[in-house]
């Protein structure tokens, strides 16, 4: 398992299969408090919507709601950028598992009354990694 952060996101690499993969996720991010407002399967959506084959590849909106209270509370219009957003895809050899990293997304806005509330946010996303990873 490898754990990697680029500019926007945090990210781990299992050697299960997304399909597998998935339900993990879904309990650690519940772990963390977080709920899963809708779930994308881009597979079956292409599928249906292109007639074309894709890889398994879920699209997840985590929100965990007191934080998201909290984000609303001071930036009225954060609902543009929330719920986060999660991924689960499949790789060779396993699946891929990212989440957004919150710092970089909601540090686009501008304020600063934000920073504790990403900076909580992404301490919850890198345990959910670590829980993946255990």
């Known amino acids: 398992m490898t754990q990697t952060q680029t500019r926007y996101q945090l990210s781990t690499r299992l050697a299960i299969p997304a399909e597998q993969a998935l339900p993990k996720v879904l309990a650690a991010l519940k772990a963390e408090g977080f709920g899963v407002l809708f779930d994308l399967d881009m597979k079956a959506i292409l599928k249906q919507k292109l007639d074309v084959n894709y890889r398994p590849y879920w699209v997840l909106g985590a929100c965990n709601p007191p ?3 909290q984000a609303l509370q001071t930036e009225p219009d954060i609902g543009l950028m ?6 689960v895809a499949e ?8 989440l957004i990293d919150p710092v970089t997304a909601l540090g686009i806005i501008g304020n600063p009354g934000l920073d504790g509330i990403a900076t909580e946010v992404k301490n919850r996303f890198q345990r959910v990694i670590e829980a993946l990873n255990a």
Not at 82 to 87: A, E, Q, T
Not at 91 to 98: F, M
């Open 67 to 69: 934080l998201a209270y």
């Open 82 to 87: 929330i719920p986060c957003h999660v991924v």
């Open 91 to 98: 790789t060779d050899g396993g699946s891929v598992v990212s």
